[in-house]
Nanobody, 120 residues
Framework: QVQLVESGGGLVQPGGSLTLSCAAS????????MGWYRQAPGKERELVAT???????NYADSVKGRFTISRDNAKNTVYLQMNSLKPEDTAVYFC??????????????WGQGTQVTVSS
């Protein structure tokens, strides 16, 4: 069983910075990609950023230029550095890992979420 442990959420002022981390543990055959998603009250969950096995990245337009995603393959950990935070960034942030559990089958694993609140 694979588990994702998230940390780094909290309260921050507009314009401030925060870094999230997510460590995957358990049996993982091969990680395809890792990423971060977020969900604000009354809104649908949306993609924030992803990073694949070749370290290619993808960002939502709303965070491009402000957020940076990175990973440490040896530790099965993904990070999200958030700069110039805005009130609109307030949401629960979820870690996602897409991984093969054998040679042919893959599935998504999700963290339980960490709250990020940008006060105004």
């Amino acid at each position: 069983q694979v588990q994702l442990v998230e940390s780094g959420g909290g309260l921050v002022q507009p314009g401030g910075s925060l870094t999230l981390s997510c460590a995957a543990s358990g049996t993982i055959f091969r990680i395809i990609a890792m990423g971060w998603y977020r969900q604000a009250p009354g809104k649908e969950r949306e993609l924030v950023a992803t990073i694949n096995s070749g370290h290619a990245t993808n960002y939502a337009d709303s965070v491009k230029g402000r957020f940076t995603i990175s990973r440490d393959n040896a530790k099965n950990t993904v990070y999200l550095q958030m700069n110039s935070l805005k009130p609109e960034d307030t949401a629960v942030y979820f870690c996602n890992v897409r991984a093969y559990n054998d040679y042919t089958n893959w599935q998504d694993y999700w963290g339980q979420g960490t709250q990020v609140t940008v006060s105004s």
